[in-house]
């Protein structure tokens, strides 16, 4: 168990305008309101965010590695560049937020909300997103290798050019989601009925187990 220092909670929660660059790694902030502060760049590396509100905050460049965020509040933030990597966001709530660019490898993210976010040329190697509300959201050129997507709901999500080498897709809700140019050559437990709710072009990387002829430059027929 990770041992976290003791910060002045309400201190931190006062000058949350003013936490550029901020050193609070180990800091216990649960349930801190840090709505809408300006924490660009800080380092939060091990401290304790769970059930903190970030709602509209901008955590940009922020090094969040091994980070509790538990039940936090993310919504709409602006979060490029972010370090999660090792992070514990189960239950979290990222709807709408800007995550372009952000590392969430090893990351926990089960049954958190993310609809609508961006995560454009985001790393999600061998994460936990099993459960999770993917609705709508910005994958595009993503790195989701090994990321286990059980029983989530990726229903028109952008998945477009995203190397899903290894990742678990079992009962993956993937209806409408755009998986142009994408590489599920070795994505684990995909369906023809997956690939059928989805969008494809012949681009699309498919698993050897589910071979298609391509009839037209956007049709296509299972063999």
């Given at each position: 168990?990770?041992?976290?220092?003791?910060i002045?909670?309400q201190?931190a929660?006062?000058?949350?305008?003013?936490?550029?660059?901020?050193?609070l790694?180990?800091?216990?902030?649960?349930?801190?309101d840090?709505?809408e502060?300006?924490?660009?760049?800080?380092c939060?590396e091990?401290?304790?965010?769970?059930?903190?509100?970030?709602?509209?905050?901008?955590?940009?460049?922020?090094?969040?590695?091994n980070?509790?965020?538990?039940?936090?509040?993310?919504y709409r933030?602006?979060?490029?560049?972010?370090?999660?990597?090792?992070?514990v966001?189960?239950?979290?709530?990222l709807?709408?937020?800007?995550?372009s660019?952000?590392?969430?490898?090893?990351?926990?993210?089960?049954?958190?909300?993310?609809?609508?976010?961006?995560?454009?040329?985001?790393?999600?190697?061998?994460?936990?997103?099993?459960?999770?509300?993917l609705?709508?959201?910005?994958?595009?050129?993503?790195?989701?290798?090994?990321?286990?997507?059980?029983?989530?709901?990726?229903?028109?999500?952008?998945?477009?050019?995203?190397?899903?080498?290894?990742?678990?897709?079992?009962?993956?809700?993937?209806?409408?989601?755009?998986l142009?140019g994408?590489?599920?050559?070795?994505?684990?437990n995909l369906?023809?009925?997956?690939v059928?709710?989805?969008?494809?072009?012949?681009?699309?990387?498919?698993?050897?187990?589910?071979?298609?002829?391509?009839?037209?430059?956007?049709?296509?027929?299972?063999?």
């Amino acid at each position: 168990m990770p041992i976290f220092m003791s910060i002045d909670k309400q201190k931190a929660e006062a000058s949350k305008k003013n936490l550029e660059n901020a050193d609070l790694k180990n800091a216990d902030l649960q349930e801190a309101d840090l709505s809408e502060g300006i924490l660009i760049e800080a380092c939060l590396e091990n401290s304790n965010l769970s059930e903190a509100d970030l709602c509209q905050a901008d955590i940009s460049g922020a090094n969040l590695k091994n980070a509790q965020l538990h039940r936090t509040v993310l919504y709409r933030c602006r979060g490029k560049e972010v370090d999660f990597s090792n992070a514990v966001l189960t239950q979290a709530n990222l709807v709408e937020a800007n995550l372009s660019g952000a590392n969430f490898t090893h990351a926990n993210l089960m049954e958190s909300n993310i609809e609508g976010a961006n995560l454009t040329n985001t790393c999600f190697k061998d994460a936990n997103l099993s459960e999770v509300n993917l609705t709508g959201v910005f994958l595009a050129n993503a790195n989701l290798l090994g990321a286990d997507f059980t029983n989530s709901e990726c229903i028109a999500a952008d998945l477009a050019g995203c190397d899903l080498t290894g990742a678990n897709l079992h009962n993956t809700y993937l209806n409408h989601a755009d998986l142009s140019g994408a590489n599920l050559k070795s994505a684990l437990n995909l369906t023809r009925d997956q690939v059928e709710t989805a969008f494809i072009n012949k681009e699309t990387l498919l698993p050897d187990s589910i071979p298609i002829i391509w009839i037209s430059k956007t049709e296509y027929e299972f063999e």
